[in-house]
């Protein structure tokens, strides 16, 4: 995709953006790279479905470490391809269920393919070609089969019985109790999956299998909030995963969300489900404590701290009753810097926009006091492991007696430093390259026969208006004879 005129604009006003953007795009180096050299061609078409699926995972997912990439990878599309039957509409029941209760052993049937989805399924393509899935899957470790099978079956099943589930069908997900089953079965089990597959390959603490509610807590946090962000997409395709026992509080209908009359009733149902979601957050920070491998953190860490951003971003935005709400690039690529680098720095991304949404926190929402508390609760977390405040620093640092206020007065100039040289820096990369396109246009131009002669000549005589069609034919004629 190209760059336009208005993107210069936009990223001359927000030069932090297209510095992030710089940053990652150019300065991340991914701890493992693929070696497509050394692929199979059923393999690389699986990474090819992976780009299509789902371009972001596809990113952390491809700079896993070796031993890691393709298990990961298979694991992925195995759960997509259950997803897209059970996300299909189109699909009967008498057809969807015994497929989803049997795709784990789908999965090792050579040659199996399926082109029953409808012709607007955006990932019915991973079910046509799904061969080559199967085919790589084959030759995977026998002890990661195990646990995607496993995975598999368990998910496999709890999809089936949402389909069946007549009341899920029609009035969606009804008690906050059958919310968290629903995203346990298409997220929670996922964390359970990566991380067996994370502590067989040596590169997680064992500890993490004895705590299942870490691993669920993974799941659930981005699940939660994917829900909350697409709650208009999902009601145009006719699927309700607000609980009735959250919005019910607020509406007498769940359509009512979408009215204008009804905004703040909608804000406020929406503020009590991100506050469902905040309680996964500090058993999410606590799990990425146990990864030992960087590749395996940056994996982990980059979709949770998107979510913590995009928690903040849609927290009480009328916007998600009305579209779709994402994080700007600029915004995105610099959280993916910071979650790349250690545990402290994403403490650090989590604290900072948890203290947004506590900002944006109003008494007017019923559950005012709730929020403020969760929010709390996850600095307070974070605290306890990263103290702002080091004992043993403060007992070096009294004799010198540098008081607190000149600390943040040389603190604050310093950043007030960087930050216009890295405006200065912004505005030349812009100018430059405005003047770099102006150039190419008047050389294509000249080439197409422009004459700027003429055109500089009667701008020196005057003229700075267009001439009427005779006057431009008296013109060139006086230059074309060389009448000067």
């Known amino acids: 995709m190209g760059i336009g005129f208005a993107d210069v604009l936009y990223y001359a006003i927000h030069h932090q953006e297209l510095r992030s953007i710089i940053q990652w795009k150019i300065w991340h180096q991914p701890v493992h790279e693929r070696d497509e050299e050394k692929e199979s061609i059923p393999l690389r078409l699986c990474f090819d479905l992976l780009d299509k699926t789902s371009r972001s995972f596809s990113t952390v997912i491809q700079e896993l470490h070796p031993e890691l990439l393709v298990p990961v990878a298979l694991f992925y599309l195995t759960l997509r391809a259950l997803d897209t039957i059970e996300d299909d509409m189109t699909i009967a029941l008498e057809e969807k269920d015994p497929l989803l209760r049997n795709f784990h052993d789908i999965i090792e049937k050579e040659g199996w393919t399926y082109d029953g989805n409808g012709p607007e399924e955006k990932d019915r393509e991973l079910l046509v070609k799904y061969d080559n899935v199967i085919e790589e899957f084959k030759k995977v470790k026998p002890a990661y089969r195990v646990i995607i099978k496993d995975i598999t079956q368990k998910m496999g099943n709890g999809m089936a019985d949402y389909a069946s589930n007549a009341m899920h069908n029609s009035v969606g997900v009804n008690t906050v109790k059958d919310y968290d089953l629903y995203c346990h079965y298409v997220a929670g089990l996922v964390g359970e999956g990566v991380t067996r597959l994370f502590v067989d390959s040596g590169m997680a603490n064992p500890a993490l299998l004895e705590r299942p509610e ?102 009480r935005n009328p916007g998600i009753f ?44 019923p559950n005012f006091l ?115």
């Open 370 to 484: 709730k929020i403020s508390i969760a929010c709390g609760k996850i600095e307070q977390f974070i605290e306890s492991i990263f103290p702002s405040q080091n004992p043993q620093a403060i007992v070096q640092q009294q004799p010198v007696q540098v008081q607190p206020a000149q600390r943040m007065d040389t603190e604050q100039t310093k950043a007030m430093e960087e930050a216009k040289w890295d405006t200065f820096y912004s505005l030349i990369a812009v100018m430059g390259t405005l003047f770099l396109t102006s150039c190419l246009m008047l050389f294509v131009a000249y080439l197409m026969g422009a004459r700027f002669d003429v055109a500089l000549s009667e701008l020196f005589k005057g003229r700075l208006t267009k001439p009427k069609p005779h006057e431009a034919r008296e013109i060139m004629r006086k230059y074309d004879h060389g009448e000067l």
């Open 322 to 365: 009305h579209g779709i709400v994402k994080i700007k690039k600029g915004d995105a690529c610099r959280i993916m810097v910071e979650s790349t680098q250690n545990l402290r720095m994403v403490c650090d991304v989590f604290k900072k926009y948890t203290r947004k949404i506590h900002k944006k926190n109003t008494p007017k929402d």
């Open 214 to 315: 870490l691993q669920e807590s993974m799941g659930l946090f981005l699940q939660k909030t994917n829900i909350i962000r697409d709650v208009r997409e999902d009601w145009d395709e006719k699927r309700i995963f607000y609980p009735k026992e959250i919005w019910s509080k607020h509406v007498d209908r769940f359509e009512d969300l979408f009215e204008k009359e009804n905004e703040e009733a909608a804000l406020n149902c929406s503020s009590e489900m991100v506050l469902n979601a905040l309680a996964h957050a500090d058993e999410c920070l606590f799990y990425l404590a146990g990864l030992k491998e960087q590749s395996v953190f940056n994996f982990a860490a980059i979709p949770q701290t998107m979510a913590i951003a995009t928690l903040a971003l849609v927290f």
